[in-house]
């Protein structure tokens, strides 16, 4: 391993080519580790950052519910004076596919400025970026007015059992704090160029709605309009287009705010129309990025996609039923009840039932404060260390800091820049090639470690 980079507490003395070489060798081994979930593996990683942080005299925890499950804790004592920061990342990753990658999905390779592997930007980036913050607030030697928590979680892939909800109900006051940073932000380049900095201060709630049509069965030479198909089919097809009222909160109010100010002409003028009293107008911009841009079309309104059908099982047999699996998105404080209500209304037929399915549902949480000291250390350091614009944003997925916001802790997203172009390419989160650039990570380290400093130290 790397030896200790001595860091000074004033980021322009420190010694950034020795942290860049601390810091790539510590996230390359990290994405070496399969930790894929399922089946969910993170012993290893976390056995690993515990190794790193204690032979710096970082202090730790872990913390278990199921085997080879485990969630890390490392605390930096501060003063008192104020209340802990908590830095969260989760060492679990979405599993993969090997046969589709150019390079081995755990091999960490570098190639033409980029490292490739899983979990690069989902979240091995926030577990690299919190590992390499507190260890350069301990070498640095700097007072702290809060404690700086690192929670290293497991199961954030859809097994947040094990992790969260694990860490919430029966530890949550080793990870108490009153402010989190994890992951949800990010920073989008278009040709290598900084549009922006987003911050997720707030994210929907998902949820599963099943469609179960029930008809006669038959003889498949003879059509029935009661086909238990053709009965899904129909309100499958009235659910998708079914257009729920826009609804806005503080975080999608400024974010269309501010895209609006920093915008071209045309499209200034639809981020406002969003927001505006018009309700013409604003549906007319919310169709448009329906087929443009449809992330920001989820951000203003509950959303459905029909993602899995089954029905029939022979050429030549009518089912007598049919069944059709919903991806329900709710906006944050939405009734869940009023709304399953509302569906039914939508599909209109008494062949067809409309019923909550289960899944890993978020709490339902408020927006976080966007005139918090946090969210003004951020907007600070998005300007010095990349010249960006803040805009708060609302989630369309799910992270696990909904069940802290439900527990009272005021928690935003953050992370690196990547290339819009790259999502389009597959070289995304959760895809077939997913990778960041070297460079950024650099970046992002840096930027995380002049945050968490601005918020922690101690005021001379």
Not at 271 to 277: E, H, K, L, P, T
Request: proline share 6%.
């Amino acid at each position: 391993m790397a030896g200790s980079a001595v860091i000074a507490q004033s980021p322009g003395t420190a010694d950034w080519p020795s942290i860049e070489r601390e810091t790539l060798e510590h996230f390359q081994a990290v994405l070496r580790m399969d930790t894929s979930d399922p089946p969910g593996n993170e012993r290893a990683a976390a056995e690993y950052l515990k190794q790193v942080l204690e032979r710096e005299g970082i202090p730790t925890q872990t913390f278990v519910l199921e085997p080879n499950r485990l969630n890390l804790v490392a605390r930096l004592k501060g003063s008192g004076a104020k209340r802990p920061l908590l830095l969260m990342g989760h060492t679990d990753t979405v599993n993969v596919d090997p046969a589709k990658w150019t390079f081995p999905p755990f091999s960490a390779t570098r190639d033409g400025g980029y490292v490739y592997g899983r979990g690069t930007v989902d979240d091995k980036d926030n577990v690299t970026a919190a590992l390499m913050t507190l260890l350069m607030l301990k070498r640095s030697g700097v007072a702290l007015d809060r404690d700086v928590i690192f929670l290293a979680e497991a199961g954030e892939e859809g097994t947040t059992r094990v992790g969260i909800q694990f860490m919430v109900q029966q530890h949550f006051a080793e990870i108490e704090a009153e402010y989190c940073l994890a992951e949800g932000g990010s920073v989008p380049r278009t040709g290598g160029r900084v549009r922006y900095a987003s911050v997720q201060t707030a994210e929907k709630i998902p949820h599963g709605i099943q469609l179960t049509a029930t008809g006669t069965a038959a003889h498949g030479s003879v059509p029935l309009q009661t086909n238990s198909i053709l009965k899904l089919t129909q309100a499958v097809v009235a659910v998708s287009t079914w257009k729920p009222p826009i609804q806005l909160n503080d975080t999608t109010r400024t974010y269309f705010t501010r895209m609006a100010a920093i915008s071209s002409p045309a499209d200034a003028a639809r981020y406002r129309a969003v927001i505006g009293s018009d309700l013409n107008a604003a549906q007319a911009a919310v169709d448009y990025f329906a087929k443009n841009d449809p992330r920001l079309a989820s951000t203003v309104r509950a959303s459905i996609s029909p993602n899995i059908i089954q029905g029939g099982y022979r050429i030549n047999v009518i089912p007598s039923e049919a069944k059709a699996s919903l991806d329900v998105r709710l906006i944050s404080g939405q009734d869940p009840e009023a709304f399953l209500n509302e569906v039914r209304t939508v599909v209109n037929d008494p062949a067809i039932r409309a019923e909550w399915i289960p899944r890993d549902v978020r709490p339902a949480t408020p927006s976080a404060r966007l005139d918090s000291e946090v969210f003004k250390v951020l907007e600070s350091a998005f300007a010095r260390v990349y010249d960006a614009t803040v805009l708060p944003t609302m989630s369309t997925g799910a992270t696990d800091m909904s069940y802290l916001r439900a527990k009272g802790m005021q928690c935003y997203g953050v992370g690196p820049a990547f290339d819009e172009e790259d999502g389009p390419k597959g070289y995304g989160a959760h895809s077939d090639q997913e990778r960041i650039l070297e460079s950024e990570l650099h970046r992002f380290v840096r930027f995380h470690y002049e945050v968490v400093r601005d918020l922690a130290e101690r005021k001379k």
